[in-house]
């Protein structure tokens, strides 16, 4: 399995999750920018499941050495790589904050994706899931930047998808609704409407064994996002959401 973001709250709950229901890999690619706490992740991995891993340095502000990932391939891969950045006024249109969103959450992430679907084309097999949001189905003023970002990945994923499909690999975009991790600490969120790591591994899980398209972690953003979408743009864009 490989694993982009594998410092994730929910990445960590998914690969559990995965073990847990006797997923058999001969490595776990754990891909990082921060080695040492990979590391302790790593080694649990190791003394419950007794899987073996390797931990593969990538830092998304940098530049990739692909030549450094030739002898990675594997028919599943998750990735929960994302920066939610700054959201006050003032970090909104900080160029150093914008240009860190869109780079994480697509310029960057994207090449490094599809490095690892052209694997999965070549193999005719597999299965790649990727953490969007739902922040990427209508610009909102609270997080317009990140919204950007995020509906720019949905989009690459809707095109992946169908060019993978008659080649048999299968694409799952998931999007979470508010989440309850450390990159969301602090926020008022409504518990009603938020998931935490487990519950999105267990989402995330049935919606890879049914081959869903989409996938929302919690129902209810569906239904959310579907009024969002909606509202006439003349009414939206005096709301403050």
């Excluded at 891993?53 to 990538?58: D, G, P, R, S």
């Excluded at 599809?114 to 597999?126: P, S, V, Y």
């Amino acid at each position: 399995m490989i694993v982009l973001g594998s410092n994730s709250e929910i990445s960590q709950a998914f690969v559990e999750k995965m073990l847990d229901e006797g997923g058999k890999y001969a490595t776990v690619y754990l891909f990082t920018s921060n080695r040492e706490t990979t590391l302790k992740f790593a080694k649990h991995l190791d003394v419950k499941f007794l899987q073996q891993t390797e931990i593969v340095e990538l830092d998304l502000l940098g530049d990739v050495d692909y030549a450094r990932f030739d002898h990675i391939s594997s028919d599943l891969v998750f990735c929960a790589a994302g920066y939610l950045g700054e959201s006050t006024e003032e970090a909104l249109f900080n160029p150093k904050n914008t240009a860190k969103i869109i780079d994480v959450n697509y310029a960057k992430l994207v090449p490094v994706l599809n490095f690892f679907a052209e694997k999965l084309e070549r193999q005719r097999q597999g299965t790649m899931i990727v953490l969007s949001s739902v922040a990427g189905e209508r610009g909102r003023q609270s997080n317009f930047i990140y919204g950007s970002a995020k509906a720019g990945l949905t989009a690459y994923l809707s095109g992946l998808r169908n060019y993978m499909f008659s080649r048999n690999v299968h694409i799952l975009t998931v999007k979470p609704g508010f989440m309850d991790t450390k990159m969301t600490e602090g926020l008022p969120l409504n518990p009603k409407l938020t998931a935490s790591p487990v519950q999105a591994a267990d989402a995330i899980y049935k919606a890879y064994k049914r081959k869903k398209n989409v996938a929302y972690v919690l129902p209810v953003w569906a239904v959310i996002m579907l009024v969002i979408r909606n509202i006439p743009e003349f009414i939206f864009k005096k709301m403050k959401l």
